[in-house]
């Protein structure tokens, strides 16, 4: 099975801050990555898929790169709306893995 | 836009058969259409559980495949899963989500229910 690992496990940023988030998988996963966001008591929303294409209406502000097992989640200028737990999840054979977490604070 | 909402029992006692509905509106459920159920512990992260894809085929976590069944009926445009044998473990907030797919392989989830918190406890 595949490992997803993902650092940190918290993050403590301001406003207008660039924040990164790391994610590392135990195997090449060819590209088969995607990022959510949650907020407390809502349902996790798609981000990014194939570890760099942007959701319908997610704001430009949002990125995702890498390739083969390491991959980035940037937040290019943080927001009020952007404080919340991102996870990331591949997708390239079953079973389907998420990461951990990394839940991004207001410093 | 697809809209899914889970339902069933809140609370389950250990040893019982925890089932969940996911009602999907907005949208016609077709055969060739990707679905799963993903749950996330308190305090934790999300952990897949499993899927059903095409009306017939099905992926299951492996630590959950012994007591997992997920189905699928067309006609009341709804997915359900049935988890046996439950353990306080399996206390989590259940997540029901339309999974993108084609005829090449299936891909992230694209949809997501509000997601429904299900305890198990005597």
């Known amino acids: 099975d595949i490992q997803m690992t993902q650092s940190p496990s918290t993050l403590s940023a301001s406003v207008g801050d660039r924040v990164t988030i790391t994610c590392r998988a135990s195997?090449?996963?060819?590209?088969?990555l995607a990022w959510y966001q949650q907020k407390p008591g809502k349902a996790p929303k798609l981000l990014i898929y194939?570890?760099?294409s942007l959701e319908s209406g997610v704001p430009s502000r949002f990125s995702g790169s890498g390739s083969g097992t390491e991959f980035t989640l940037t937040i290019s200028s943080l927001q009020p709306d952007d404080f919340a737990t991102y996870y990331c999840?591949?997708?390239?054979?079953?079973?389907?893995?998420f990461g951990g977490g990394t839940k991004v604070e207001i410093k | 836009q697809v809209q899914l909402q889970e339902s069933g029992p809140r609370l389950v006692k250990p040893s019982e058969t925890l089932s969940l509905t996911c009602s999907v509106s907005g949208y016609s459920v077709r055969s060739d259409d990707c679905w799963g159920w993903i749950r996330r512990p308190p305090g934790k992260g999300l952990e897949w559980i499993g899927g059903i894809f095409r009306s017939a085929n099905t992926q299951y976590n492996p630590s959950l495949k012994s007591r997992l069944t997920i189905s699928l009926d067309r006609s009341k445009n709804e997915f359900s899963l049935r988890l046996s044998s439950v353990t306080a473990a399996d206390t989590a907030f259940y997540y029901c989500a339309r999974q993108s797919c084609d005829s090449l392989g299936t891909y992230h989830f694209a949809s997501w229910g509000q997601g429904t918190l299900v305890t198990v406890s005597s």
């Open positions: 195997q090449v996963i060819n590209g088969w």
């Open positions: 194939k570890a760099s």
């Open positions: 999840q591949q997708y390239h054979i079953y079973p389907l893995a």
